[in-house]
C-alpha cells in the first residue's frame, strides 16, 4: 500500500518560510506528477504547485514568486518551499501523488495526512 507522509509544518510570522516534505512510501515503480494543494478554513481545496516527473512545473497565481516545488526522485519525496509568507498561505497542506504500483496498472492518486501551516500577522 502506498502511504504518502507529510512533515513541516507549523506556525510562522509573516515574511517567514517553511519547507514541506512528502515521502511516499509502499511499493512504488514509478512517480508521475506530485503537487501540493491547500485547504483555510471555510474554502474547497485549492491548488498550489504541480511537479511533473521530468521537473515541469505549475504555480497557482497566489504562490507565483515566493513558493518553489522540487522533488527527489531517489528518495521519492517531493518539497514545497514557502517563502516570504503570508496571513492568508493559512491552511492545511496536503500532498498528492500520481502513483504507479506497477508496469502494467494504471496510475492512481494518494494524498497524505495533511500538515498545518498558519501564518501569523
Known amino acids: 500500500q502506498v502511504q504518502l507522509v507529510e512533515s513541516g509544518g507549523g506556525l510562522v510570522q509573516a515574511g517567514g518560510s517553511l519547507r514541506l516534505s512528502c515521502a511516499a512510501t509502499g511499493t512504488i515503480f514509478t512517480i508521475n506528477r506530485m503537487g501540493w494543494y491547500r485547504q483555510a478554513p471555510g474554502k474547497q481545496r485549492e491548488l498550489v504547485a504541480t511537479i511533473s516527473s521530468g521537473g515541469s512545473t505549475n504555480y497557482a497565481d497566489p504562490v507565483k514568486g515566493r513558493f518553489t516545488i522540487y522533488r527527489d526522485n531517489a528518495k521519492n519525496t517531493v518539497y514545497l518551499q514557502m517563502n516570504s509568507l503570508k496571513p492568508e498561505d493559512t491552511a492545511v497542506y496536503y500532498c498528492?501523488?500520481?502513483?504507479?504500483?506497477?508496469?502494467?496498472?494504471?496510475?492512481?492518486?494518494?494524498w497524505g495526512q495533511g500538515t498545518q501551516v498558519t501564518v501569523s500577522s
Open positions: 498528492n501523488a500520481q502513483v504507479r504500483s506497477r508496469l502494467s496498472a494504471p496510475a492512481f492518486d494518494r
